[in-house]
């Protein structure tokens, strides 16, 4: 299985809502990375977790907030966002946090916040 | 500064084509990678190519490193090879690899 799969691959949600997006991967990857892409834009790093553990955020707003239950499973969850949140959720995964080969995305999750 | 640069931009070519795409770097690369981004989103891993050439169907990539540019070559462009295509780099943060990209080439290959 080399497969990174993130649910939902749409979603709507207003400003008052609370949501997450989900990410899975059964490759053994022991890094996990969740990426914002704006439109016409290359992907930006947000938060790289390392064995589970939260390694890198790289400035991200509080109402962003990653979680990390197993090596297989990366959560974002989402609360009181605004509409400039708007964009495509991409998570990764790869061996490691030292290594980019092997460096794998999932398809994305397209989110509009109202 | 800006560490990955691209090249063209925009390409627009009829079926059947051939093209190449530029990534220049503006210092040392240890991991180089090519992903293409389809329609849909989905950012595919292309090539891992931190130097050297490598082959893929009708897809190839050559990276010199010393002269800090990688290429990617794509022969008998079909529709389904529209989209982005990115170009990233090693970047170090905080001990960490993390993937510098370039803005990508916007290929649009048309019937």
């Known amino acids: 299985d080399t497969e990174v799969t993130q649910t939902p691959k749409h979603l709507v949600m207003g400003m008052t809502n609370k949501k997450s997006l989900k990410c899975e991967q059964h490759?053994?990857?022991?890094?996990m990375y969740w990426y914002k892409q704006k439109a016409k834009k290359p992907p930006e790093l947000m938060f790289v977790?390392?064995?589970?553990?939260?390694?890198i955020n790289e400035s991200v707003p509080s109402r962003f907030s990653p979680e990390c239950p197993n090596s297989s499973l990366l959560n974002l969850h989402l609360h009181a966002l605004q509409p400039e949140d708007s964009a495509l959720y991409l998570c990764?995964?790869?061996?490691?946090?030292?290594?980019?080969?092997?460096?794998?995305f999932g398809s994305g999750t397209r989110l509009t916040v109202v | 500064g800006i560490q990955v640069e691209q090249s063209p931009p925009d390409l627009i070519l009829q079926e059947g084509a051939n093209s190449t795409l530029r990534c220049n770097f503006s210092?040392?690369?240890?991991?180089l990678q090519w992903f293409h981004q389809n329609p849909w989103g989905q950012l595919i891993n292309l090539f891992y190519?931190?130097?050297g050439t490598k082959q893929n169907g009708r897809l190839s990539a050559t990276t010199v490193a010393t002269e800090r540019y990688s290429l990617l070559y794509i022969s008998s462009s079909q529709t389904t090879d529209s989209g982005v295509y990115f170009c990233?780099?090693?970047?170090?943060?905080?001990?960490?690899?993390?993937?510098?990209f370039g803005q990508g080439t916007r290929l649009t290959i048309n019937p």
């Open positions: 990764a995964s790869s061996p490691s946090r030292a290594t980019l080969y092997g460096y794998t």
């Open positions: 490759m053994g990857h022991r890094a």
């Open positions: 977790y390392s064995y589970e553990k939260l390694s």
């Open positions: 210092d040392s690369v240890n991991n």
């Open positions: 190519i931190p130097s």
């Open positions: 990233a780099k090693d970047g170090n943060l905080q001990g960490a690899q993390k993937l510098v």
